[in-house]
């Protein structure tokens, strides 16, 4: 079982930039998709990023294309998550997920596929 453990969330204001990082451990991240997932206080958690295995095919939600970067090291078992230009709608708690992957080549963008999560950072943009 692999656990994760998030960081990097912070109280920031529009325009600025956080890189947010997602240890794991217990196993190695090369056979999991990864996600960064977000949830605004009353809203549902959606998806804002996904990334395959190898690293090399990634899934950005729209309203992050452009600003925000997911990347990993398989070495170092990270994920992580560059966001620049931030709004204040980009506020909410931010999740690392795991989806165990035959193929390292797939992006999981289906939630119920996320099986492992970690505990969530908060990220806050003041206008």
């Known amino acids: 079982q692999v656990q994760l453990v998030e960081s990097g969330g912070g109280l920031v204001q529009a325009g600025d930039s956080l890189r947010l990082s997602c240890a794991a451990s217990?196993?190695?991240?090369?056979?999991?998709?990864m996600g960064w997932f977000r949830q605004a206080p009353g809203k549902e958690r959606d998806l804002v990023a996904a990334i395959s295995g190898s690293g090399e095919a990634t899934y950005y939600t729209d309203s992050v294309k452009g600003r925000f970067t997911i990347s990993r090291d398989n070495a170092k078992n990270t994920v992580d998550l560059q966001m620049n230009s931030l709004n204040p709608e980009d506020t909410a708690v931010y999740y690392c997920a795991a989806s165990f992957v035959i193929r390292s080549s797939t992006v999981v963008v289906t939630t119920e596929q996320y099986d492992t999560w970690g505990q969530g950072t908060q990220v806050t943009v003041s206008s």
């Open positions: 217990g196993r190695t991240l090369k056979n999991y998709g």
